[in-house]
């Protein structure tokens, strides 16, 4: 479909290449309505996504199964069941950040949750990808990019159209 061709196409213009190494293993943490567009939009040639943490139990059914729609599609269908269904499932985000396999984190929570919870995920040795907005406050925005100074850890905000060719295309042109 279209997004795959999106994808490649903002891959080529921004000049990435394929991956040399072992994928980044991830957690996912909130699997509601963000986090399940998010789950079914990852490139998993280059993440594998190891553990989903909601405090629901209906979302985390729906990280698995889906809505049955596009856009939320389910690790099942997305993956296959043989891969789905070893994907470590919490009612508590403290036990995934202190799952050692985890390197990195995606933060797709309420909004008023994305300080905490990333600068918890940074002191727990994760990088971090946190769905927009950062945070609620400019004050929880300064204490995020400290944790990540702090400990060394990438942190990243889901400003998807900074990484967009058509983004970047007007920019050129009004430059």
């Not at 405090?55 to 099942?76: M, Q, S, W, Y």
């Not at 296959?80 to 499932?89: C, V």
């Not at 060394?152 to 050129?172: C, E, F």
């Amino acid at each position: 479909g279209l997004g795959a061709a999106g994808t490649g196409l903002g891959a080529a213009y921004f000049g990435y290449e394929k991956l040399k190494g072992e994928r980044v293993r991830v957690g996912f943490i909130g699997s509601g309505d963000e986090g399940s567009v998010l789950l079914t939009q990852h490139p998993p040639e280059y993440m594998e996504i190891v553990a989903v943490a909601d405090i629901r139990p209906t979302n985390l059914i729906r990280a698995l199964h889906g809505d049955g729609n596009e856009d939320r599609v389910g690790l099942i269908k997305k993956l296959g069941e043989s891969t789905a269904t070893k994907i470590k499932l919490y009612d508590d985000y403290k036990a995934l950040l202190a799952d050692p396999k985890i390197e990195a984190v995606v933060i797709a929570t309420p909004l008023i949750s994305h300080h905490t919870l990333a600068i918890e995920a940074m002191k727990a040795g994760k990088h971090v990808l946190c769905e927009k907005l950062m945070a609620k406050t400019v004050k929880y925005c300064k204490d995020m990019i400290a944790a990540s100074k702090e400990t060394g850890k990438l942190l990243a905000i889901g400003h998807q159209r900074h990484y967009s060719v058509l983004y970047a295309n007007a920019y050129s042109i009004i430059k």
